[in-house]
């Protein structure tokens, strides 16, 4: 009974939207109004981990089956979730989990865990462009296949290609981009990678595709380009600096900006935050081991010490909020499939990854956003948005 009280006295400050606390056949209302949603306890929760990281707490909670959401997953915690300020975070408990080794081997290690579960999994539920980031919904009925294409579409014309130009990819993914960007542009593309996955699955397609003549794909780490000593016309970067940790933003840029052309243009597509903070660890833990999200004015402040010139700055925020919500649905769908290949505890933590994103997003506790910068003074570009 004291647990339950200590459960309950918890979860009173989060009462910006009412909602419902069921537990042992008892039911407590948090906040004023009717209920929003209801959250079932099958088991208690120790305060103690609760304080140490409410995240990890109500997130495994939900893993294992002892927290029900009654309802719809996303409309709870997209009321639930704008209240992230009030959760429970000890850094020094957690400080091995949050500030992981940025060594080139542990990367490697972190990225794979993620990016390599199989590309049979991710078949599931992304498109068939096989894009795992946001997308761009140009109309209100765009399917995610539609709003992907649009991303690309999109990306390549921001970075004003030109027959013969050279392009480079960091975190290339599975290659959608780099072959548009050949078949449409007939730019000569490399893309670099450290998931094996990604880089057979892309192997493959190009071979399909038949380009080899333009594109390649490399097992490579970004730190690696200026032993390289090549440069590129163009360079692109889709939801990749989020890997790479905070003490190495700039050193990123370092080597974008070595393997860039002068005057040449670098897209840089990346999750942001508003302010720097470590990041969530329920997410570390269990989907992004290292994952650090960087705000906006870090990057920009990075670009300029390289002399990179800041051209354009887009917020694409409830792109990836409508995108998200489109893989939720389409995971659902196989979610009998993911528990074959898996099992439920991993089903039910995908499905909390997704939902618990998009709701994020649609509160904007993280933001997308797109930078166009050029290395140097480039005065050859039209003077109005020409994409």
């Given at each position: 009974?004291?647990?339950?009280?200590?459960?309950?006295?918890?979860?009173?400050?989060?009462?910006?939207?009412?909602?419902?606390?069921?537990?042992?056949?008892?039911?407590?209302?948090?906040?004023?109004?009717?209920?929003?949603?209801?959250?079932?306890?099958?088991?208690?929760?120790?305060?103690?981990?609760?304080?140490?990281?409410?995240?990890?707490?109500?997130?495994?909670?939900?893993?294992?089956?002892?927290?029900?959401?009654?309802?719809?997953?996303?409309?709870?915690?997209?009321?639930?979730?704008?209240?992230?300020?009030?959760?429970?975070?000890?850094?020094?408990?957690?400080?091995?989990?949050v500030f992981t080794s940025l060594s080139k081997k542990n990367?490697?290690?972190?990225?794979?865990?993620?990016?390599?579960?199989?590309?049979?999994?991710?078949?599931?539920?992304?498109?068939?462009?096989?894009?795992?980031?946001?997308?761009?919904?140009?109309?209100d009925d765009d399917t995610l296949y539609q709003a992907q294409?649009?991303?690309?579409?999109?990306?390549?014309?921001?970075?004003?290609?030109?027959?013969?130009?050279?392009?480079?990819?960091?975190?290339?993914?599975?290659?959608?981009?780099?072959?548009?960007?050949?078949?449409?542009?007939?730019?000569?593309?490399?893309?670099?990678?450290?998931?094996?996955?990604?880089?057979?699955?892309?192997?493959?397609?190009?071979?399909?595709?038949?380009?080899?003549?333009?594109?390649?794909?490399?097992?490579?780490?970004?730190?690696?380009?200026?032993?390289?000593?090549?440069?590129?016309?163009?360079?692109?970067?889709?939801?990749?600096?989020?890997?790479?940790?905070?003490?190495?933003?700039?050193?990123?840029?370092?080597?974008?900006?070595?393997?860039?052309?002068?005057?040449?243009?670098?897209?840089?597509?990346?999750?942001?935050?508003?302010?720097?903070?470590?990041?969530?660890?329920?997410?570390?833990?269990?989907?992004?081991?290292?994952?650090?999200?960087?705000?906006?004015?870090?990057?920009?402040?990075?670009?300029?010490?390289?002399?990179?010139?800041?051209?354009?700055?887009?917020?694409?925020?409830?792109?990836?909020?409508?995108?998200?919500?489109?893989?939720?649905?389409?995971?659902?769908?196989?979610?009998?499939?993911?528990?074959?290949?898996?099992?439920?505890?991993?089903?039910?933590?995908?499905?909390?990854?997704?939902?618990?994103?998009?709701?994020?997003?649609?509160?904007?506790?993280?933001?997308?956003?797109?930078?166009?910068?050029?290395?140097?003074?480039?005065?050859?570009?039209?003077?109005?948005?020409?994409?």
């Open positions: 009974m004291l647990e339950e009280n200590v459960l309950i006295s918890f979860l009173e400050k989060f009462n910006q939207y009412p909602f419902l606390v069921k537990t042992n056949k008892k039911e407590y209302k948090i906040g004023d109004g009717e209920p929003e949603f209801a959250v079932k306890f099958n088991k208690e929760i120790p305060l103690s981990d609760l304080l140490t990281s409410t995240s990890i707490a109500l997130g495994e909670a939900y893993m294992n089956g002892e927290l029900e959401i009654e309802g719809d997953l996303y409309y709870a915690l997209d009321h639930f979730l704008g209240q992230m300020d009030k959760f429970s975070t000890d850094e020094s408990a957690l400080k091995k989990l990367q490697q290690k972190e990225v794979q865990s993620h990016y390599d579960i199989g590309n049979d999994f991710y078949k599931l539920w992304l498109d068939n462009t096989m894009s795992y980031s946001c997308g761009y919904f140009v109309h294409v649009n991303k690309v579409d999109y990306i390549l014309k921001k970075l004003d290609l030109k027959k013969g130009m050279s392009l480079l990819d960091i975190g290339c993914g599975w290659g959608f981009l780099l072959i548009e960007a050949a078949k449409k542009y007939g730019v000569c593309g490399t893309g670099i990678t450290l998931s094996r996955e990604q880089y057979k699955e892309f192997k493959k397609r190009i071979v399909n595709e038949g380009l080899e003549s333009l594109l390649d794909v490399e097992l490579m780490d970004y730190r690696d380009l200026p032993k390289h000593k090549k440069q590129y016309d163009r360079i692109v970067s889709v939801g990749m600096v989020e890997h790479v940790g905070r003490d190495n933003y700039q050193l990123f840029m370092d080597c974008a900006k070595r393997a860039l052309k002068p005057g040449g243009l670098f897209l840089l597509h990346f999750i942001s935050a508003l302010k720097e903070h470590p990041g969530d660890p329920w997410i570390k833990k269990y989907i992004f081991p290292g994952g650090m999200v960087p705000s906006l004015r870090e990057m920009v402040s990075c670009a300029a010490e390289d002399g990179f010139h800041t051209l354009d700055i887009e917020n694409l925020r409830m792109h990836y909020n409508r995108t998200l919500l489109c893989w939720e649905k389409n995971y659902k769908e196989h979610l009998d499939e993911v528990k074959r290949m898996f099992d439920e505890r991993f089903a039910r933590m995908w499905d909390l990854y997704l939902s618990s994103c998009a709701a994020t997003f649609h509160n904007g506790i993280i933001e997308l956003h797109q930078i166009l910068l050029s290395n140097g003074v480039n005065n050859d570009l039209p003077m109005v948005r020409w994409y």
